[in-house]
């Protein structure tokens, strides 16, 4: 049975930086893209960052470019999402999830592709 758990969501301050976390047991990321969604109240689930079976490329939603960065640990079947510079409009529920494909493609935001989802962590941005 696959399971997907992510951690290390929190309350921070506009500027601050959080690392969260997520673990798939019963599916290997080595195999499987991987992404990071979110979804603020009141508004629909958005991807955030999608990174390729092999980890060697990486999609990100426009606003998050270059203030987040996802990564996985293929040893530790584990994936991050390093967030610096984080604003208050960040504030939301982050989901991660196992892809059914090895690849991102331009149409990994389609949260049809991702059979696996964990609960969300949540994270929250004061100004």
């Known amino acids: 049975q696959v399971q997907v758990v992510e951690s290390g969501g929190d309350s921070v301050q506009a500027g601050g930086s959080l690392r969260l976390s997520c673990t798939a047991s019963?599916?290997?990321?080595?195999?499987?893209?991987m992404a990071w969604f979110r979804q603020a109240p009141g508004k629909e689930r958005e991807g955030v960052a999608c990174?390729?079976?092999?980890?060697?490329?990486?999609y990100y939603e426009d606003s998050v470019r270059g203030r987040f960065t996802i990564s996985k640990d293929h040893a530790k079947n584990t994936l991050a999402l390093q967030m610096s510079s984080l604003k208050p409009e960040d504030t939301a529920m982050y989901y991660c999830?196992?892809?059914?494909?090895?690849?991102?493609?331009?149409?990994?935001?389609?949260?049809?592709?991702?059979?696996?989802w964990g609960q969300g962590t949540q994270v929250t941005v004061s100004s």
């Open positions: 019963g599916v290997t990321s080595v195999g499987y893209a």
């Open positions: 990174i390729s079976r092999s980890g060697d490329f990486t």
């Open positions: 999830a196992a892809s059914a494909y090895g690849d991102c493609t331009a149409a990994w935001r389609r949260e049809v592709r991702y059979p696996y």
